[in-house]
Each structure stands twice: as structure tokens, then as C-alpha cells.
Nanobody, 120 residues
Framework: QVQLVESGGGLVEAGGSLRLSCKAS????????MGWYRQAPGKQRELVAV????????NYAESVKDRFTISRDNAKNEVYLQMDSLKSEDTAVYYC???????WGRGEYWGQGTQVTVSS
């Protein structure tokens, strides 16, 4: 099993920045891609950004392109989300997700979430 713990959320004014961190522990060798998702009140959880195992490939939701940057440090077992030029519509609970390498079968792991609130 893999455990994921997010941190770094908080209250920020529109236009400001936050950096989220996700620390992985447990059977870390099983993890392939990792990503950040968010869920705003009354809305479905949505993908924000995803990064490949080696960090060479990233994908972003259109709504956050050119504002958010996902990265990972495999030596520290951490994934980050740098969020700049924050808007009120970025307010949500942000979740970290890890997906198994195919050799380990289907499996995905979620953190408990961290609240991000952007005041306008």
C-alpha cells in the first residue's frame, strides 16, 4: 500500500501563489504517474495536473495551464503543485493521487486533501 499526505493549502488573495506538497510513503516503488485533482463545493472532482514517473511528461487542465506547475522529486518521494496567479475559481479541496505501475496491477491511492481558498 501507499500513503499520500498533502500539505501547503491555505487562504490566499487573488493573484497570489501557493505551493502544495504531497509526501508518499509505503510501497513507493509501485507508483507510476502522480497527479493533482481538485473538488469545489457542489462540483465533481477534476484533474488539475499529472506527471509521469520520471517527471518528463506533464499534462494540465486548460483552466490552469500557464499558471500551475507540477513537479516531483523521486529522491524525496514528493510531488508538488506550484500555483501562481490564483483566481477565486481555483478555490477547492486539492487531492494528490498516485497510480500503480502496470506490473503491480490496478491500483490508485489518494491523499486526504488540502483546502485552497482564494479570496477575490
Amino acid at each position: 500500500q501507499v500513503q499520500l499526505v498533502e500539505s501547503g493549502g491555505g487562504l490566499v488573495e487573488a493573484g497570489g501563489s501557493l505551493r502544495l506538497s504531497c509526501k508518499a510513503s509505503g510501497n513507493i516503488f509501485m507508483i507510476d504517474s502522480m497527479g493533482w485533482y481538485r473538488q469545489a463545493p457542489g462540483k465533481q472532482r477534476e484533474l488539475v495536473a499529472v506527471i509521469s514517473r520520471g517527471g518528463g511528461n506533464t499534462n494540465y487542465a486548460e483552466s490552469v495551464k500557464d499558471r500551475f506547475t507540477i513537479s516531483r522529486d523521486n529522491a524525496k518521494n514528493e510531488v508538488y503543485l506550484q500555483m501562481d496567479s490564483l483566481k477565486s475559481e481555483d478555490t477547492a479541496v486539492y487531492y494528490c493521487k498516485g497510480v500503480n505501475l502496470p506490473r503491480w496491477g490496478r491500483g490508485e491511492y489518494w491523499g486526504q486533501g488540502t483546502q485552497v481558498t482564494v479570496s477575490s
